[in-house]
């Protein structure tokens, strides 16, 4: 009786393409493994930064470039037009209040003047005539009324005697009508000559003040010419130093041209350009700090300029306390301009690190000290040196900052 034999349900060939199958599952997965960042990197840790998390007082502030410029400039304009015909100085030159700077000629503007002044004085000439005629004709009137008062007395002694002749029968009517008749024909005249020595007067007050209404305006326009005249010779503004003049002897220069800037020397600001991201942060009276020849320097915040161009703004700082010996105009200065007030935080140190991760995590050293391996941060604010941590991380914790590039997807470091 024959006995059934069971058929095996793998052979040998389908046994050893079942091992070739796992172990090209076992290879993929280990490669997988590798590349999904589990894998580990031997680091030596010469070629690594190291540091320890601790707290200490942070202030949030922004590096910015500043150029040193003089306190106050002032720029000298042409007030008139001319051709340059003399330099009394040059750039560089330290400079007085009112010195010259350079003369410039305008035979227009000097004829003027001088048509100016003969105006004025064929005004005077004109305002003495009338006047000697008016006095003249003043005199005239008192001798006149100086005659009238005379008859008037006379009229009034010749009717007074009538009177009492005619009263005590001496003398006929008729001649003491005649004489009371040319009595009050005397005060009539007398009346008439009063008014019209008052109304002369009044004339001759109102004349008087218009000639001498019109010799003002025509001496201020006169005085307006020479101005204009004596504005050819250019001169500095305030005490200082020329630190530009762009003029030329011979070359002609027209009304309002810029000729130069004279600078005030006895202090100095610092213009400051800064990212337009930081334009709300900015405000007068914030602070900046810089250092120059080992020591520190203060610098406050006047002035705010709004205005954008290129995605940046500007703002002028002046020093308080010292100001550093020796400093220039157009010397560049780095200052750390501070945004908010000191506190106590959590503090890494700024490096390369921030670059790779982001700032979401970073690689923290064991506690032995022989491997670093990833933990998830979050970072708040930052200053030139630091980052403050605000979750994360604890005071003590070492981390590496350089940075990640060489490190690829690694989750663990072997420190050596």
């Known amino acids: 009786m024959d006995v059934p034999l069971k058929k095996k349900k793998f052979s040998n060939q389908k046994l050893g393409l079942i091992g070739g199958v796992l172990a090209i599952i076992a290879l993929i997965l280990y490669v997988i493994l590798q590349t999904s960042g589990g894998s580990k990197l031997n680091v030596e840790t010469e070629r690594i930064s190291i540091h320890t998390v601790n707290k200490a007082i942070f202030q949030e502030n922004i590096p910015v470039n500043g150029i040193v410029l003089p306190i ?51 005004l005077l000439t004109q305002m003495q005539i009338s006047q000697n ?18 008859s008037l007395i006379e009229a009034k002694r010749v009717y007074n005697l009538n009177k009492r002749l005619y009263d005590n029968g001496a003398i006929g009517r008729m001649d003491y009508e005649s004489s009371h008749n040319n009595f009050e024909y005397q005060k009539e005249r007398m009346k008439l000559a009063k008014r019209v020595l008052s109304e002369d007067t009044i004339s001759t007050q109102v004349e008087n003040n218009q000639a001498k209404n019109s010799y003002i305006r025509t001496q201020s326009a006169l005085e307006l010419m020479r101005k204009k005249v004596g504005d050819l010779v250019v001169r500095a503004p305030i005490d200082g130093q020329l630190t530009s003049l762009d003029a030329e002897i011979g070359q002609s220069i027209t009304k309002g041209t810029r000729l130069g800037q004279v600078d005030v020397t006895i202090g100095y600001k610092v213009r400051v350009d800064i990212d337009e991201h930081y334009i709300s942060r900015i405000y007068n009276g914030q ?52 945004l908010s007030a000191e506190k106590e935080a959590l503090l890494v140190s700024k490096g390369g690190f921030f670059q790779k991760t982001g700032g979401n995590w970073i690689f923290k050293i064991s506690e032995e ?25 604890n005071p003590g914790d070492k981390v590496v900052t350089s940075s990640y590039d060489s490190f690829g997807d690694t989750e663990e470091l072997i420190l050596k």
């Open 369 to 393: 000290g022989s491997t670093a391996y990833k933990v998830n941060i979050r970072l708040g604010s930052q200053n030139t040196e630091y980052y403050e941590v605000l979750e994360g991380l």
């Open 72 to 122: 106050t400039t002032i720029y000298l304009d042409a007030l008139e037009g001319g051709r340059v015909e003399e330099k009394f100085v040059e750039d560089g030159a330290i400079l007085e209040q009112g010195q010259p700077i350079l003369r410039l000629s305008n035979t227009d503007l000097e004829l003027s003047l001088i048509n100016q002044e003969t105006s004025v004085y064929n």
């Open 133 to 150: 005629a008016a006095r003249q004709n003043t005199i005239n009137r008192q001798n006149q009324f100086t005659d009238v008062e005379n």
């Open 287 to 338: 602070t900046g700090t810089f250092t120059l020849n080992n020591k520190n320097y203060t610098l406050t915040i006047k002035k705010v300029f709004t205005q954008v161009t290129n995605g940046r703004f500007q703002v002028d700082m002046k020093f308080e306390g010292d100001v550093p010996k020796g400093i220039r105009r157009g010397q560049n200065l780095q200052i750390r301009v501070a």
